[in-house]
């Protein structure tokens, strides 16, 4: 990868930066919100299998609306679809490593390949997510890690705790 200092201006690379954690906040708030319908129209039972087939559904619409990609990925993803780049992965690692040094998390704003502009930021276990990314037996149920398991056979985004680093929000412009 580029560094950023080097193919943005400061002034470039702010701009970038607050459109980036804006794109992420409405993305969270849009998700997050259409799941807590879900969980109280019927639980994790139904949450689980609204996942599975609304949320990238409504990743790509937001990417539309803000004429971006966005993705959320992880080093211990659940859907397939959201693999994770070598860059990702690197990126995934240093949040970890720096939070679990208690750093500061900052956003990410880098050129990539063909003068992309990707916006990275960390997504963080709040207790509620537990529930599906937990430790089987303890914060998730064996009947919802098996609904899990049954949509997702090669689910890896479990045993989570509180405040770790869940994955990230990549979000690619065009420069």
């Known amino acids: 990868m580029i560094s950023c200092n080097k193919s943005l201006t400061p002034k470039e690379k702010e701009a970038y930066l607050v459109k980036g954690k ?6 969270f708030k849009t998700l997050s919100g259409k799941l807590k319908e879900q969980l109280q129209k019927g639980g994790v ?3 689980i299998p609204f996942c599975n087939s609304e949320a990238l559904p409504i990743t790509k619409e937001l990417s539309k609306k803000y004429n971006v990609s966005i993705k959320r990925t992880s080093n211990k993803i659940r859907n397939v679809k959201n693999n994770s780049t070598a860059r990702e992965l690197e990126v995934v690692e240093k949040f970890i490593t720096l939070k679990e040094n208690n750093k500061e998390l900052a956003s990410i704003v880098e050129v990539g390949k063909n003068d992309k502009v990707h916006f990275y930021a960390p997504i963080i276990m709040k207790s509620n997510c537990l529930v599906c990314h ?9 009947k919802n890690d098996s609904i899990i398991k049954l949509l997702y056979p090669n ?8 405040v770790d680093v869940r994955g990230i929000w990549s979000i690619t412009f065009d420069k």
Do not use: F, M
């Not at 937990?134 to 064996?142: C, D, I, P, R």
């Open 45 to 47: 039972v139904h949450a």
């Open 22 to 27: 804006e794109i992420s906040k409405e993305s």
């Open 134 to 142: 937990g430790t089987v037996q303890q914060e998730l149920s064996v």
């Open 155 to 162: 689910d890896k985004a479990t045993n989570y705790k509180e």
